[in-house]
């Protein structure tokens, strides 16, 4: 079955430089990755989708890239503000087929 | 828009008893989730529902029960509960259930079994 594999360990960066989060998936390669902020004591909250045909996704400081020959997804944070410390989880869409990661832990330090 | 709704936000049972979680969506959306999420690991489907009348299970639906009377509500049922069930559940809810469709979750309910 599809698994997701995001680092358990927190990542801990000083403001104003960049994070950049890693998303690997086994098996099959998904036609939709999206990210998931999660702030603690709340609910997931949609980020960005970006297509298998996409090789890039950018919305403001957050840059979304999708390797399906690495089964991979970077998640990156440029310019980061102790505002962006939470949760970030890679899901593979798909209604109630959907795959979450149990999400990488960000830190950024004023 | 309110989005997704649930309740209560906390809560404290004794083995064996019973308790249903609320969770309203005023989106128009058709498709509503329960989720389990546990320290450490990525979010379990619970049960999910296509539209009112129609619900299925998920991943782990063991000692859950669920109904969709309308399109709104989505209420979770614990009928003895235990402390495998000691987690943070989260309703979530959709448009389409499309392989590009994004879920809207609520703010969670903590719950603690003793």
């Known amino acids: 079955s599809q698994k997701i594999e995001q680092n358990s360990e927190a990542l801990n960066i000083q403001e104003g430089k960049t994070a950049t989060l890693t998303c690997n998936y086994t098996n099959y390669s998904p036609a939709y990755l999206q990210w998931y902020r999660q702030d603690p004591g709340r609910g997931p909250v949609f980020l960005l989708l970006i297509r298998e045909n996409e090789k890039e996704k950018r919305k403001e400081r957050l840059k979304v890239t999708f390797d399906t020959t690495l089964k991979q997804s970077l998640f990156h944070i440029t310019a980061s503000q102790p505002a962006d410390s939470a949760t970030y989880l890679c899901?593979?869409?798909?209604?109630?087929?959907?795959?979450f990661g149990a999400g990488t832990r960000l830190f950024v330090k004023a | 828009n309110a989005g997704v709704t649930q309740t209560p936000k906390f809560r404290i049972l004794k083995i064996g008893q019973s308790m249903t979680l609320q969770c309203t969506q005023d989106m128009n959306h058709n498709y509503m989730y329960w989720y389990r999420q546990d320290p450490g690991m990525g979010l379990k489907l619970i049960y999910y529902s296509v539209g009112a009348g129609i619900t299925d299970k998920g991943e782990v639906p063991n000692g859950y029960n669920v109904s969709r009377s309308t399109t709104e509500d989505f209420p979770l049922r614990l009928e003895l509960a235990a402390p495998s069930q000691t987690s943070v559940y989260f309703c979530?809810?959709?448009?389409?259930?499309?392989?590009?469709?994004?879920?809207?979750f609520g703010p969670g309910t903590r719950l603690t079994v003793l």
């Open positions: 979530a809810s959709s448009y389409s259930g499309g392989r590009a469709d994004t879920q809207y």
């Open positions: 899901a593979l869409p798909g209604g109630f087929k959907t795959i």
